[in-house]
């Protein structure tokens, strides 16, 4: 569905999408290596399990949400790739990560 | 020429329209008058509890008459469901007060106990903190305890507006959208509503008009001052069940949503204020620490209807018969007895004994000293 243009020449950075590793580019959103990885969909809604992938991808809709470094629901369209993150796409509701002891 | 009716609401926010959700059960021709564009913003603003406890502290009759509502809104969510198809999400399992200090907790069930001397039926208790976790995990270090009250509850206040819209609707209901109301003129046998778009007659009218209801009841001779009460409410993005139980600043929608309030500002604006937004959002982490990693969807502010002691308005004209006026800062919890109980009466013509403690001569010692 999506492909990159053939002069895209930025370097490589590795992440982990769903535990896998995946190379992605200098200045990909995390929403763009998720669709160059091949994938239209990163979420199921938490009300009706309905697939969403990035539909707007400026920060709008809220559709492109998945767990970024154990954040979830983080927009993936606004946050940039950095080396070794953990990309996580979601099903359902996420449940927020009880903080650690001592905040 | 008119439209004639038999009874014309004015104000088609939650309050408008739970009366005339009751009265149009009852047969009279009817007609809803609602105020023009962004009206109806304590309907739209507000958090969606349906709170019985504290409520009425100086005013028994307050706290009588909330904790009759409670206990006739599972009619009402009933009828809706019936009458539209529609869920407003309505859970009552209880709710909770959190109290966050030693001196709040002693203060809380000081309240709750001055109540209960007074005559509160209210199912109150007053929880330590473990007790309270094992009706709510997660909560801060900082919760010492709080009361719980098992006539509490929450439901889905936009899906209540709308599906008391459609119930209107069905039944046939007149609606006079986008309409302010000019002047009320009593007539020989009933009144005349006139608005920029034509009049209305009516033969009884009910000012359920919310903020604008100060302006309309000395029309029929009535002093209603109402004054905006500002609250900021900030909306969470979906999770996984965190809260079984609504608190009275904190709950978790039926879709995951987790919506942290409340403010009670005395202001009359509704621009969004981020040092209020960060106490509230700084309060709802102390008392739950998990909602630190949740992300802000949106936040918005909103205007509570308050009279000058807090407790509702329901008064008939002193010298025009059939025409009345109700305010009060509770539509959600209030609408089931706005309802059932409220709009019988007003198209018998005569408000209940039980509502005599809420008219408007207890305003006039609040007039004097201003």
């Known amino acids: ?50 697939p969403r992938g990035p539909f707007c991808m400026m920060g709008v809709c809220y559709d492109c949400l998945v767990t970024i470094d154990d954040a979830p629901n983080q927009q993936a369209c606004l946050v940039l790739v950095a080396p070794g993150m953990r990309i996580r796409t979601q099903s359902g509701p996420v449940a927020l990560a009880p903080p650690a002891e001592g905040v | ?18 009366i005339a959700f009751g009265l149009r059960a009852l047969g009279p021709r009817l007609v809803v008058i609602d105020g023009a564009g962004a009206a109806r913003p304590a309907s739209r603003a507000n958090f969606g509890l349906v709170w019985v406890q504290g ?20 009619r009402l969510a009933a009828e809706l ?11 009552q399992a209880g709710g909770v007060h959190v109290c966050l ?26 929880l330590d903190r473990e007790a309270l976790l094992a009706r ?48 009320i003129e009593p007539m020989a046998d009933g009144f005349r509503v006139v608005t920029a778009s034509g009049a209305i007659e009516a033969v009884r009218v009910v000012l359920a008009a919310g903020l604008d209801t100060a ?22 993005g979906r999770v996984a069940p965190l809260l079984p139980l609504p608190l009275s600043t904190l709950r978790q929608t039926d879709e995951g949503a987790v919506l942290v309030g409340d403010s009670w500002e005395d202001r009359a604006d509704d621009a969004v204020d981020s040092a209020v937004l960060g106490a509230i959002a700084r309060r709802a982490i102390r008392i739950v620490p998990a909602l630190a990693a949740a992300r802000v969807v949106r936040a918005w502010a909103g205007s509570r209807v308050l009279t000058p002691d807090g407790v509702p308005v329901y008064a008939a004209s002193p010298v ?38 809420f008219g408007t001569a207890r305003f006039a010692n609040v007039r004097a000293a201003a």
């Not at chain 2, 469901?81 to 859970?91: E, I, L």
């Not at chain 2, 899906?159 to 119930?167: I, N, P, Q, V, Y």
Request: net charge neutral; hydrophobic share 50%; glycine share 10%.
């Open chain 2, 1 to 18: 020429m008119s439209d004639r009716y038999d009874v014309a609401v004015v104000g088609g926010g939650l309050v408008g329209a739970s």
């Open chain 1, 1 to 50: 569905m999506y492909a990159r243009l053939p002069d895209a020449r930025s370097e490589t950075i590795a992440v982990a999408i769903d535990g896998e590793p995946f190379e992605a580019r200098a200045g990909d959103t995390v929403a763009a290596a998720l669709l160059a990885s091949g994938r239209a969909a990163m979420r199921s809604t938490p009300v009706s399990g309905a």
């Open chain 2, 320 to 357: 025009h018969p059939g025409a009345f006026a109700v305010a009060c800062h509770s539509g959600v919890t209030l609408a089931a007895v706005h309802a059932f109980t409220l709009a019988p009466a007003l198209l018998e013509g005569q408000l209940p004994a039980t509502l005599a403690p």
């Open chain 2, 136 to 183: 709510v995990p997660g909560l801060g270090a900082d919760v010492v305890g709080g009361s719980f009250c098992a006539d509490d509850g929450d439901c889905n206040p936009l899906r209540l507006l709308r599906a008391l819209d459609a119930a209107l609707a069905a039944a046939g209901v007149a609606r006079r959208g986008s309409t302010r109301v000019e002047a």
């Open chain 2, 101 to 126: 200090s030693r001196e709040a907790f002693d203060a809380r069930a000081a309240l709750v106990e001055r109540m209960r001397a007074r005559g509160d039926e209210a199912r109150v208790e007053m």
């Open chain 2, 215 to 236: 302006r309309l009841a000395p029309m029929i001779d009535l002093d209603v001052p109402v004054r905006a009460n500002k609250g900021h409410v900030i909306a969470l």
């Open chain 2, 55 to 74: 409520k009425g502290e100086d005013a028994p009759a307050y706290a009588a008459w909330t904790l009759a509502a409670a206990r006739a809104w599972p």
């Open chain 2, 81 to 91: 469901r019936q009458a539209t198809g529609q869920d407003v999400a309505m859970r």
